[in-house]
């Protein structure tokens, strides 16, 4: 018998069905974990060396409890060239992990793309703001308290992750964090200001947010907006 995958969440959020599992320490458990994939992502998955094969393997299992969630189906999910995951047309969707959980956003999608983001809700060992914020932020933040500042800091960088994943099949490079201010607000939702090339977009963007049992989750949709 196939065992039962360990759900750490099952939400229905706004830009999809998101559902994270938490990973097995052992590789026995990350075997036992792969039975769940189909046999073509189990032999990709075996190219991997440990750590990132317990990643990846948790991902694909988590977007496929999630596909199944929204009455989806779908063959191997393996990557493109940008390292995404291929799912079939009509769905959107897009993986992510920390040492311990691994999470997928899923939704029925035909012209919008959809990312997500988790962090392990703690202060990092050194601060990461100068290189993951642009100058406005920094301002913004350069007078709150140590603690705040740090929560904050973590927080924009989830969303920029998410959105950067949202992002990626319309432009297809790296943006870089400066290219992207995001002021979360207390809502869940936030406001995103972009600094692209005129040549991309423009774009319709869409961010989310929330803390759950120590972590930050933070989710993204992009579309194109289309003259009327």
Do not use: N
């Amino acid at each position: 018998m196939v065992p039962i995958p360990d759900v750490a969440f099952d939400l229905e959020l706004a830009h999809g069905r998101c559902l994270g599992v938490r990973l097995p320490e052992d590789a026995a458990g990350i075997d036992a974990l792969a039975e769940r994939l189909l046999p073509d992502e189990r032999a990709f998955a075996a190219g991997f060396g440990p750590a990132r094969r317990r990643t990846w393997i948790g991902g694909r299992v988590a977007m496929r409890l999630a596909l199944e969630r929204i009455g989806a189906r779908a063959g191997a999910v393996l990557g493109d060239d940008r390292d995404a995951p291929l799912l079939p047309v009509g769905i959107a969707g897009s993986i992510t992990h920390k040492q311990h959980v691994a999470a997928a956003l899923v939704a029925r999608e035909q012209s919008a793309r959809i990312g997500v983001d988790i962090e392990v809700d703690e202060p990092p060992r050194f601060d990461v703001s100068s290189r993951v914020l642009a100058d406005d932020e920094l301002a913004e933040l350069a007078s709150w308290s140590e603690p705040q500042r740090v929560r904050e800091v973590l927080l924009r960088f989830s969303a920029k992750e998410a959105l950067y994943k949202a992002l990626d099949p319309f432009v297809r490079r790296y943006v870089a964090f400066e290219e992207v201010s995001v002021t979360p607000r207390p809502d869940g939702t936030a406001s995103v200001h972009t600094r692209l090339p005129p040549t991309e977009g423009p774009f319709d963007v869409d961010v989310r947010w929330r803390r759950l049992d120590g972590l930050v989750l933070t989710t993204a949709r992009v579309k194109i907006v289309t003259a009327s």
